[in-house]
Structures are given as structure tokens and as C-alpha cells.
């Protein structure tokens, strides 16, 4: 008789079956959906990517044609610029050879005004003072100097003009050579195309090389080296007209300054001869206010000697009627009438001494207002002399420059004539 044989196995549920078969054809719809899917964002990719590659190439090579034509552009700006540039070079050096004239004739002046403040360093006490003629000749050395100065000043400008003129020329020309060089490597970069055989991959090509600078770098480069060279041939011009200027300003200043310092002189010896009348008067009525304080001063000593014997009087008076005998020593209208003298006199007395002492002090005081009157006068006296000399020897600048040979060095100023004896004096105090 058969057995029945079992092979003992895990057995599945038929709901398990039915689920397993379901997921099976689920799974299967939803992955043809999803390569469906792909399928379609693959085309979309390859229709956007070749449209983007087409028009970054074709925006690229428009890129590539702008840039070539900024450059140009600033290439032929920079062209005519150093054409500029030269003309400008040409026109400095003409007025440089030009300007290396009109630098004499100023020692006089200076010499003059440098013995005028000499002189006036002889100015005694409160006369030492910085009025207006010290200040004008202080300002004429000044002008002289600053015009002997300026000359030469300009002379070293268009020097140091023409040197950075050529340092700009440099710099321009370096520019202009590395433009020219861009120009060939963008204009080659716009020849390529996808059929050029000199193309290949590179080896990090998107690297950001050394040095580079940015678009706004790289024009404000070339904008400086533009506005450097206009700037440079705008200060050129500017020079040579101040050379012209200079040589015509120079000499009217020069007399324009002789004017107002002797104008100053003058103005101040009529201060000083007012200021030695008005002493003067004042001096004379201080000496007769000193006679007649004097002449108070001895009345009062008189009045205050008479006083104390008025005083000696009533205190004798009084001392011997203390010696009155008994009942006759009584306080009597005599009595109080004289206690009332002494006290009168010597309150009197008292006023007499103070207001001798104040004017003893008040004629102590005239007489040292005196001593610093009259040495005031002194001092305007000798400052009055001094500015006259002054003024003598100011009458040399009338004598007209062309005529006028100094034995001066240009440029130490030391002079092979003989010094006034008021100068070598002051030298060998010094």
C-alpha cells in the first residue's frame, strides 16, 4: 500500500501568491514608467545642452569680437596720445633752452633791503618793535628771493617735466605693445572653430592665472595711463606759459614791493616824528607839573610845621592848667574848647601828612614818567635816524637794473666792494 510523501518545506498562503504575482506587474508598470521618464528628460537635456553650447559659443565669439574692438579702440587712443605726447616733448625742451635767462639783477635789491633791516636792528627798548617796514622789507627779501628763486625753479620743473614726460611715454608705449600683442591672441582665439586642427583639450584650462586682474582693473589701468599723459601735457603746458608769465611777473612784483616798502618808511617817520612832537610836548608839561608839585609840596611841609606848633600850643596850654589849685581845676568851656583843638589839630595833621605822602609819591611818580619819557624820546630820535638812513640808501634802486654791474657771486651773493663803516662796525660787534 502507497504512502503519501510530504516534502517538508515552507508553504505559502494563496494571499501571499496573489501579492507577490500583484507587486510582480505593479513594479514592472512603474519602472517602464520611470525609464519613460528618463527617456524623455534625456531628449529635453540633449535639445537644451545643444542649444546652450550653440549659443555660448556664439555668444563667446560675439564676446571675442566686442573685446578685440575695446581694444583697438584703446590702442589708437593711446596712438594719438603718444603722438601728443612727442609734439608736447618737442615744445618743453624749445621752452626749457629758452627759459635758462633773467637771473641776475636781483642782488642789489636784496642787498639793499637786507642793510636796511641790518640798520634797523640798531632800534632801541620799546622801538625794537615789528611794525609795518620790517614787515614790508621782510616781504621784499622775501619777493626777491622768491624771484631769484623762480627762474631757476622753473628751469628744474621743465627738467622734471621732461623726465616724466618720457616716463609717461614709457608707459604708454608699454601698453600700447601689450594691446597690440592681445590683439593678435584674441584675433586668433577668433579665427578658431570646431574644425581648426590646432584645438585640443588642455590640462586645467578654467585655472585663474597669476596676476590676473579684473575687467574694471584692466581699464582703469589703461584710463590712468591716459589721464597720466593728458594730465602731464595739460601740467606742461600750464609750464611753459608760467615760464613766459614768470619772466614778465618777476620785475613788476620787484616794483610793486619797492613802492609799498617805501611808502611804509615814509608813513612810519611821520608816526615817529608825531609820536616825538607829542613826547616832547608831553615831557615839557611833565616838567612844569614837577615844578608846581614841588612848590604844593613845600607849602604843605609849611602848613603841617605851622600845625605842629599850633599843636605844641594847645598841649601846653592844657598841661598847665592841670596844675590849677583845688576846686579851680574844673572842666570849663576853656577845657573843652581846648581838648576840641588838640583833636582838630591833630586830625589835621594826620590829613596833612597822608596827603603829603601822596604827593611825594604822585611827584616820585612824574619824575620816573620823566626818566622813561625822555628815554623814549631817545629811542625815536635814534629810530628816526635810522630810517632816514634807510631811505638814503634805498635812493640806489632808482638807479635802473641795466646799468647797474654788481661784483656779486650769482649764487653766494658775496660781494668784492668796500662795506660802509656803519656795517663793518655792526659786523665786528657781532
Not at 519613460?36 to 545643444?50: G, K, P
Not at 590702442?75 to 618737442?90: G, R, V, Y
Not at 620790517?134 to 626777491?144: S, Y
Request: aromatic fraction near 4%.
Amino acid at each position: 500500500m502507497a504512502t503519501l510523501s510530504v516534502k517538508p518545506s515552507q508553504r505559502y498562503q494563496l494571499s501571499d501568491w496573489r501579492t507577490n504575482s500583484y507587486l510582480l506587474s505593479t513594479n514592472a508598470e512603474r519602472q517602464r514608467d520611470a525609464s519613460h521618464q528618463i527617456r524623455q528628460e534625456a531628449r529635453i537635456l540633449r535639445n537644451e545642452t545643444n542649444n546652450q553650447t550653440v549659443w555660448d559659443e556664439h555668444d563667446n565669439r560675439v564676446r571675442l569680437a566686442e573685446r578685440i574692438d575695446t581694444v583697438n579702440r584703446w590702442k589708437e587712443m593711446l596712438d594719438k596720445c603718444l603722438t601728443d605726447l612727442d609734439a608736447e616733448i618737442d615744445s618743453l625742451t624749445q621752452m626749457k633752452e629758452s627759459a635758462e635767462q633773467n637771473l641776475q639783477a636781483k642782488n642789489l635789491p636784496l642787498d639793499v633791503a637786507i642793510e636796511c633791516l641790518t640798520l634797523r636792528e640798531s632800534r632801541r627798548d620799546i622801538d625794537v618793535v615789528k611794525d609795518s617796514v620790517e614787515e614790508e622789507l621782510l616781504k621784499e627779501v622775501e619777493v626777491i628771493e622768491a624771484t631769484k628763486k623762480a627762474l631757476q625753479q622753473k628751469i628744474s620743473q621743465a627738467f622734471q617735466q621732461l623726465c616724466l614726460l618720457q616716463e609717461v611715454r614709457q608707459q604708454l608705449c608699454s601698453d600700447h605693445r601689450d594691446k597690440m600683442e592681445t590683439l593678435d591672441i584674441d584675433r586668433g582665439c577668433l579665427s578658431l572653430n570646431l574644425t581648426s586642427p590646432n584645438i585640443s583639450l588642455k590640462v586645467n584650462p578654467t585655472r585663474v592665472p597669476k596676476d590676473s586682474t579684473t575687467l574694471q582693473q584692466w581699464d582703469d589701468f589703461s584710463m590712468f595711463n591716459k589721464n597720466h599723459a593728458e594730465d602731464e601735457m595739460k601740467a606742461t603746458i600750464e609750464l611753459r606759459e608760467a615760464i613766459a608769465l614768470t619772466i614778465a611777473q618777476t620785475n613788476n612784483e620787484l616794483e610793486a614791493q619797492r613802492v609799498a616798502t617805501e611808502f611804509a618808511f615814509r608813513k612810519r617817520l611821520r608816526e615817529m616824528e608825531s609820536l616825538y612832537s607829542e613826547l616832547k610836548w608831553q615831557e615839557k608839561n611833565t616838567l612844569e607839573e614837577i615844578a608846581q608839585l614841588q612848590e604844593d609840596i613845600r607849602r604843605l611841609e609849611e602848613d603841617l610845621r605851622r600845625k605842629m606848633m599850633n599843636l605844641k600850643l594847645a598841649h601846653t596850654r592844657l598841661e598847665s592848667r592841670t596844675y590849677r589849685p583845688n576846686v579851680e581845676l574844673c572842666r570849663d568851656q576853656t577845657q573843652y574848647g581846648l581838648t576840641d583843638e588838640v583833636h582838630q589839630l591833630e586830625a589835621t595833621i594826620n590829613a596833612l601828612k597822608q596827603k603829603l605822602a601822596q604827593t611825594q609819591d604822585a611827584l616820585d611818580a612824574l619824575f620816573k614818567h620823566l626818566a622813561r619819557l625822555q628815554a623814549d624820546i631817545a629811542c625815536k630820535a635814534n629810530s628816526m635816524l635810522l630810517d632816514t638812513k634807510c631811505m638814503d640808501t634805498r635812493r640806489k634802486l632808482m638807479v635802473p637794473a641795466e646799468k647797474f654791474v654788481p661784483q656779486v657771486d650769482t649764487f653766494t651773493r658775496t660781494t668784492n666792494r668796500t662795506l660802509s663803516p656803519l656795517k663793518t662796525c655792526q659786523l665786528e660787534l657781532v
